[in-house]
């Protein structure tokens, strides 16, 4: 039999949502039962009374006793099932147990039938009908939530009555069995549509339950990101602070010197290297916060070929010995002539922001570098005998400047961004990032790549001219203090600059040129402009007024993902503040060549 669209059976539930609605319909049977069995010792005593005159005694007691015996295992059921639930096991186990139980107490009624089926007694036949009507109604509200439990019980009550009107003589019978027929199919139709409002009330809850559930989750991410943006912001404000305050306070010392007459050579030299430490520091941060912001933005392009483990590993060997001298910590690679499918510079950049973690807060032991195979891939470890991450916090340590043993910022330590910068790189190239850690007994750090069989060649380097000729260079640039450092630095180096704040004042200052210098090799644009311009609609605009493209670099102080994703796809050559002299000459000859 079926009732709507879902099997009486109770069997295998398709999907987790119908599990939960079949245990929650469950559940109800059995919560159910404390009434039935209230019925049944209500109903039953003034029924053995009424009818005790023309029934035996004797059968009235074994049935009264197997009565109350079926009701009390039927109480013993309920209580084992509620200590147990939410526990496992089988649900329709306890169902069909349930049913099991209201058929014996519907056949147990269905003998009182038997025995009450009086048509000499007028009064005490309508009475045993009325009883018989009753408990059969009484199924639809008790028994629906398992229908195969309810079809039993009214089968199992009426039964026994159909079978002696069919035996019995006389009209009025035939009229008592349509009657019950009636009633029988009545009751049926209203369990259908019980169960039907049942099972669409329970899963209307569960669904109301996993939404709540959902957005308590919701809310507790918005909370986790909340907290991390003021832990970033306050981090960020306290690293951006330091350099700049010591910048300061050189530059202040710089200018009270040169009030008091010429300033030493020695003395201009050491407040430059102290200067250019600070502009350093300052950068590193800046660049570090540019990675994030590029990795998230999804514009850095992965570009993988062969890379032979063993170059790379005898790299980092020289690369991070000088660390382990200083800090007198053992330092061992282990050797490998094992090839990985990977970006090579994006591989050297997780080891070495692994290896720099481990240096950095390992005081005693070692420090270990090496790889083990795992089927098709290999797993590059590095080891280190530092004071451990607690469990708890293991996965606090990927998140942006989380520093678990450095409370007071202190930068010798880092700035708390190499890790989230692997976790967002090894996501990008599809490489599984691990750790292993104890208190107090080191941490693992590793990293899985693909392995190849043979290496590939590596990709020819691309030749660049750099013969540094002087060229014609339009510069836009809004702040005037960046664009005078700017024009000041390109003429230096012998190029012709015609510079301005806007497109329209670069192409101003070219058209005063009469000479035939004015011809331009390369646009440098700032890509923020005042009056919401940006620097590719700039670069547009002075296309238009040569009538042709000229290569073109924009230079952005934006860390926005957004702002680098809308500014990497204009396709031009793309820099970021702060950008050292070094690199724009190197950007302005490359983009010359």
């Not at 483990?309 to 991070?320: I, P």
């Not at 970006?343 to 950095?360: E, G, H, T, V």
Request: glycine residues 10%.
């Amino acid at each position: 039999m079926v009732v709507g669209s879902v099997p009486l059976s109770a069997g295998l539930s398709a999907t987790p949502q119908d599990d939960r609605i079949r245990e929650a319909l469950v559940e109800l049977l059995y919560r159910n039962s404390y009434g039935v069995v209230a019925a049944n010792v209500l109903i039953s005593l003034p029924a053995a009374y009424i009818l005790s005159s023309v029934v035996s005694p004797r059968w009235f007691v074994g049935w009264l006793v197997a009565l109350y015996l079926l009701t009390a295992a039927r109480v013993v059921a309920a209580r084992l099932f509620f200590r147990h639930a939410g526990k496992g096991g089988s649900v329709a186990r306890w169902a069909w147990l349930a049913a099991v139980m209201s058929w014996l107490s519907g056949l147990m009624w269905g003998m009182l039938g038997w025995v009450g089926f009086l048509p000499h007694e007028p009064l005490l036949f309508a009475f045993t009908v009325i009883v018989l009507t009753g408990l059969v109604c009484g199924t639809v509200p008790s028994l629906s939530a398992f229908p195969p439990a309810l079809v039993g019980s009214i089968l199992a009550t009426i039964v026994p009555v159909a079978i002696r009107c069919l035996s019995s003589e006389g009209e009025v019978f035939g009229a008592y069995l349509f009657l019950i027929g009636s009633l029988v199919a009545i009751n049926l139709y209203y369990c259908r549509v019980t169960y039907r409002m049942l099972r669409e009330t329970v899963r209307l809850r569960t669904e109301n339950v996993e939404l709540i559930g959902r957005l308590e989750d919701e809310r507790d991410r918005a909370q986790a990101a909340d907290r991390a943006k003021t832990r970033f912001l306050a981090a960020a404000s306290h690293d951006l602070r330091q350099p700049i305050h010591a910048l300061s306070l050189l530059v202040s010392t710089l200018s009270m010197m040169g009030q008091r007459g010429a300033v030493a050579a020695a003395d201009a030299r050491s407040i430059a290297g102290k200067a250019k430490s600070m502009v350093g520091n300052l950068s590193g941060l800046l660049n570090a916060l540019l990675d994030i912001s590029k990795l998230d933005a999804g514009v850095v392009t992965v570009e993988r070929e062969t890379v032979d483990l063993g170059e790379l590993f005898r790299n980092l060997r020289q690369e991070f010995a000088p660390t382990a001298g200083e800090r007198g910590l053992g330092w061992r690679v282990v050797e490998t002539g094992l090839h990985v499918d990977s970006d090579p510079m994006m591989l050297k950049r997780i080891l070495d922001n692994l290896l720099s973690n481990a240096f950095r807060y390992t005081t005693a032991g070692r420090v270990l570098l090496g790889c083990r195979r795992r089927g098709a891939a290999v797993e590059i470890q590095v080891w280190d005998t530092g004071p451990g991450i607690p469990t708890d916090q293991q996965a606090a340590v990927f998140e942006e400047f989380v520093q678990l043993h450095n409370p007071a910022r202190d930068r010798a330590q880092g700035l708390g961004l190499g890790l989230a910068i692997v976790r967002r790189t090894t996501e990008l190239l599809g490489h599984p990032l691990k750790l292993v850690s104890v208190s107090g007994r080191g941490s693992m750090f590793s990293v899985t790549v693909p392995l190849v069989q043979a290496a590939k060649p590596p990709r020819a380097a691309s030749d660049v001219r750099m013969d540094g000729a002087p060229l014609g260079i339009m510069v836009v640039e809004d702040e005037q203090d960046v664009l005078g450092a700017l024009v000041q630095m390109l003429e230096f180096d012998g190029h012709r600059v015609y510079a301005g704040r806007s497109a329209g004042e670069v192409m101003n200052a070219h058209a005063a040129a009469q000479d035939g210098s004015a011809s331009v090799g390369v646009i440098v644009a700032d890509y923020r402009l005042k009056d919401h311009a940006t620097g590719v609609e700039a670069i547009d605009a002075l296309y238009d007024y040569l009538g042709r493209a000229v290569p073109a670099i924009i230079v952005t102080g934006d860390t926005s993902p957004a702002r680098i994703k809308e500014a990497a796809r204009s396709g031009h050559r793309l820099l970021h503040k702060p950008v050292s002299g070094e690199d724009l000459r190197e950007a302005i000859r490359r983009e010359a060549g």
